[in-house]
């Protein structure tokens, strides 16, 4: 973790692998893709007020003993329902957004099934999961449609996609990816957390903000502040279970006020251990089943790539590096701003002259500027905001336009 400030204590000065992993994790929150609706998707506020059915009188406890707490945490074994709504602020296209997004993570091919497809339903409106875990070699979570559910399960080497709508399924191994987890999706209010966690640092107001009760369970109440102005975030609250120190629900509202960004929180949690047969599957009759490494292989193929990868070295991301990898992080904290280089000279057709109908669609999403850099396009959502300049460049983050047009009129 980050070193941090809380109204507590101040934290201890930066070592220099602290240094790295503080740009690792800038850079994991920061790079999205550079097609609007991807930022907006791919970056997911967290937020709804807390919604407590009392106030337990519970110990006194100071911001960084409930931050040590979560480290701390060791839960291995729980289930339970979590409600998540995400209000990012898009306009309404009638659904198209969400087709959008699903046809840009799947590529136009492949299975309904695949977890990169299907996830990005998490990115807008509200949604209600069934969670499981059984140790790092079990987890469960199904999304629950209307009439339909889809389910993801890793048990062992296998991890398992079914779309039960579709009767399709996505199968995976570990030694496909290199790791399970790679599946998997911020789900659950200590997914959030840990992330938010990470980039906790000297930026940051930290601390206990009183007491609540979530799905039951007494919690203390962990509230964030970003100290510098300019960025779109107001405050993250995280309601920490006060015996095992799991986080029950997180919320992050933005600075312009209004209803949370997402809210995602347990409505009912067990910490008992799962039976054994949560995390079975086998695949329905007449199902269809993709094979995720044949698939990959095949999309290779289409690509002319051979399979070579691209390896970095553990604690070498310096800025110099970063920008290497297509990307490089401007700024501090919570203004921090990623820019991209699209490689399309021109920048987006937001003009029915250059674009047609989809140049003015996206021109009536998109605020035009300018400034030293030259002419662009700024695209807002209440969390993520991206400047797409006419030169290819793409600048995000969780900052307002006037810090997008500073960063751009700089670089």
Known sequence: MAPYETEDSTGAAQADDELRAERRRKAARYVVPVAVMGVAAATIGLVPALADSGDPN?????????????????????????????????????????????????????????????????????????VAADGPEKQKASLLESGAEYSLIHNGKDVWGYDSKSNEVYHS?????????????????????????????????????????????????????????????GAISIAVDAKTGTPLKFTLTPSSGGAAVIDAGYTQVSFAKPAASTFDFTPPKGAKVTEGDSLDKANRADKGDKGDKITK????????????NGFDVLGKGWNSIAVLDSGSKGGLPTDSASGGDLGGFLGSLGDPVSGKFGKGTVFSTRLINALITDDGKVYVGAVDKAALVKAANAG
Request: aromatic content about 2%; charged content about 25%; overall charge negative.
């Open 58 to 130: 519970l110990p006194k406890i100071t911001a960084q003993e409930l931050i040590n707490k979560i480290a701390k945490s060791d839960v291995q074994q729980l289930s339970g329902t979590v409600k998540i709504s995400t209000d990012l602020g898009l306009p309404d296209l009638g659904g198209l957004e969400s087709g959008l997004m699903s046809g840009a993570a799947q590529g136009g091919d492949g299975s309904s099934a695949d977890p990169s497809t299907k996830l990005t339903e998490l990115a807008s409106g509200t949604h209600t999961l069934r």
């Open 173 to 233: 191994t570990a030694a496909d990816s290199g790791k399970a987890d790679q599946h998997e999706a911020p789900a659950t209010p200590k997914d959030f957390a840990d992330e938010v966690l990470k980039s906790v640092d000297d930026t940051t107001s930290v601390k206990v903000d009183g007491t609540a009760q979530v799905a039951g369970r007494d919690a203390y109440r962990l509230v964030i502040k970003p100290k510098q102005s300019g960025t779109t975030v």
């Open 313 to 324: 070295s553990p604690g070498k991301d310096t800025p110099e590096e970063l920008g290497k």
